[in-house]
C-alpha cells in the first residue's frame, strides 16, 4: 500500500471536520514558509526577538501568559 492509499484510508475513517482539518494542514505544509514571503518590517522583528533572547532579554513563557490573562481578566 503507497502513501496516498495509506492516506485516503486513515481520511475516510475521519468526520467531516477533521477532513477539512486534514486538509488545511496539508495546505499549510505544502505553502511557501513566511520566512520568504514576509514583509520586511516583520523579518526584521523577527530578527530582533532572536537577537532580545541570545541577550538574555526575554521572560518564561508561563510569566509572559500569566501577564496576558492578568490584562485579559481585568
Known sequence: MGKMDQLTAAAQA???EQLEALIAYAHYLSAE???????????ESIERG???SAAGQSVP???AFARLR???DS
Open 14 to 16: 475521519l468526520p467531516d
Open 50 to 52: 532572536l537577537q532580545q
Open 33 to 43: 514558509p513566511l520566512y520568504y514571503s514576509a514583509p520586511p518590517e516583520v523579518l
Open 61 to 63: 513563557a508561563e510569566e
Open 70 to 72: 492578568s490584562k485579559i
